[in-house]
C-alpha cells in the first residue's frame, strides 16, 4: 500500500496515471464520492507500485497481532459486516450493574452482534462499566462493587451466566474515575474476577487511563495500579486519546508524544505483551473562540472531517509534533477548529506496535466506518 498527500491541482485521475495506481481502488478505499473532489493535504491509502511520490507501506510484523474494537449495539449492521474481517475481537459496550451486583444489559439487543462474531471467528466480549442512569462513570458504584465481596460475587457469577447464555467469550473492565482509596480494591476485585472467569475458559481485559507516572494526580488516574493491574488480567489496554476532548481546547485527539509518553510508562510496569494500544476512531469540530465551560466539539468521523475540508474548500495541515491532521474552516459566520484521525496518524501507532512488540491495538471505537484505516492496520499488523 502507498499513502499519497494530496498537491495543488491534483485530482483522483491524475493520481491514479502519476502513481500506477487504480482509479477505482483509490475511490473505493478511502471512501470517496461523487464528484470525488480532493482537499489539498488530505492523505490518501492505495495499492501502488512504488513508482511516483507516495509513501510505501509495508509490514514489518513477523506475524499477525491482537485487534480489538468496541461498538454500541446500534452500529449500523452493514458497517459490523464489513469490520468483522479486520479484527479479532468485538468488545460489545456495554453492560452495567447496581449496588447490589445484578447485571445491567445494554438497552438494544447484542445478540445479533454476537452471532456475527462468532460466525466471523472474532472474540465477542462482554465490556463491563459503571454507567450510572445520566450515562456517566459513578465511582460510587465501582466502591461499593469492590468494597463488598458479596457484591463482587454476585456481580461475577450474574457474568459468567450471562456469557454462557449468550456467546461471550471474554470480558473487559471498563472503569473510569476509580476514587484513589479504591485502587487497591479494584486491582483485587479485577484479579477475582478473572480468577473465576479464567477458570471457566474466559479471558479478562482492563482498559487503563492514560498514566505517565506512578505519582501522576487527577481523578483519572490515582486510582489505576497499572502493575497490579496488568499482573492481574490477561492484557490491558491503554486509552490513548482524548487529550483533545468534548469540552476541552482544540487540539489532537491522541498526539504522538502523548502516547509515546504513556506506552514509556506502560512499558516499565506490564510486558509488552499483555499491552493494546488504544486508538482513536474520531475527531472533534470545535467553535471558535475556545470558552473553557461553554465550547463543546462536535464528534466527527474521519470521512467526514475530509468531507467537510473538501466541501469548504479549505487545505487539511498535518501537525509534526502530534502527528495528526488538523484544519480550520469558516460558517455562517464562525470559524471552527477540527482535529481528527487519518492514515499518517493511525501509521504512527501502528509503528509504536511494532517497535514495541505490543499485543496489539484497540480501537475506540467502531461506529464510523474508516476503511482506509482499517486497510492500513491489515497492511502493517497482518491479517486477523
Known amino acids: 500500500m502507498e499513502i499519497y498527500v494530496v498537491g495543488q491541482n491534483d485530482t483522483v485521475d491524475t493520481i491514479a496515471r502519476q502513481q500506477g495506481a487504480d482509479v477505482n481502488s483509490i475511490i473505493e478505499i478511502n471512501q470517496l464520492a461523487p464528484p470525488y473532489r480532493l482537499a489539498l493535504g488530505q492523505a490518501l491509502l492505495f495499492p501502488g507500485n512504488g513508482s511516483g511520490r507516495a509513501e510505501t507501506i509495508c509490514s514489518a510484523s513477523p506475524q499477525s497481532v491482537f485487534r480489538s474494537g468496541y461498538a454500541y449495539p446500534f452500529i449500523s449492521p452493514p458497517v459490523l459486516g464489513e469490520t468483522l474481517g479486520f479484527l479479532s475481537e468485538l468488545a460489545i459496550f456495554s453492560y452495567g450493574f447496581t449496588a447490589s ?27 463491563l462499566t459503571p454507567l450510572g442512569a445520566d450515562g456517566r462513570f459513578n465511582n460510587n458504584l465501582v466502591s461499593v462493587l469492590v468494597n463488598r465481596q458479596s457484591v463482587q460475587r454476585r ?56 498514566k505517565h507516572s506512578d505519582d501522576q494526580k487527577g481523578l483519572l488516574y490515582e486510582g489505576i495500579d497499572y502493575g497490579g493491574l496488568g499482573a492481574a488480567a490477561n492484557w490491558v489496554i491503554l486509552m490513548t486519546y482524548e487529550w483533545g476532548y468534548t469540552y476541552g481546547p482544540p487540539m489532537s485527539i491522541a498526539p504522538i508524544n502523548q502516547v509515546r509518553r504513556v506506552l514509556s510508562y506502560a512499558l516499565t510496569k506490564i510486558p509488552a505483551g499483555k499491552i493494546c494500544l488504544g486508538v ?10 475556545y470558552v473553557s465551560g461553554t465550547t463543546a466539539a462536535r464528534t466527527i468521523g474521519s470521512v467526514e472531517a475530509v468531507e467537510t475540508a473538501v466541501f469548504y474548500g479549505v487545505p487539511i495541515r498535518f501537525d509534526q509534533t502530534a502527528q495528526s491532521p488538523y484544519y480550520r474552516y469558516w460558517q455562517y459566520g464562525v470559524e471552527h477548529e477540527v482535529w481528527f484521525e487519518d492514515v499518517r496518524s493511525w501509521r ?37
Do not use: C
Open 101 to 127: 451486583g445484578d447485571l445491567i444489559p445494554p438497552t438494544l439487543d447484542d445478540t445479533w452482534m454476537i452471532q456475527n462474531s462468532l460466525r466471523t471467528g472474532v472474540i465477542p466480549t462482554l465490556t
Open 155 to 210: 456481580l461475577v457469577n450474574s457474568l459468567a451466566a450471562v456469557m454462557l447464555e449468550k456467546g461471550y467469550l471474554a470480558v473487559n473492565i471498563d472503569f473510569e474515575y476509580v476514587l484513589k482509596e479504591d485502587r487497591d480494591a479494584f486491582t483485587t476485585f479485577v484479579a477475582y474476577a478473572a480468577s473465576v472467569l479464567n477458570t471457566l475458559g474466559y479471558q479478562v481485559s482492563v482498559a487503563l487511563a492514560p
Open 280 to 289: 482513536p476512531n474520531y475527531g472533534y469540530d470545535w467553535p471558535l473562540p
Open 348 to 384: 504512527e501507532k501502528f509503528r509504536l506496535v511494532e517497535q514495541y512488540h505490543l499485543k496489539g491495538i484497540a480501537i475506540w471505537q467502531l461506529m464510523r466506518l474508516f476503511r482506509a484505516g482499517l486497510v492500513l492496520m491489515e497492511t502493517m499488523l497482518g491479517s486477523a
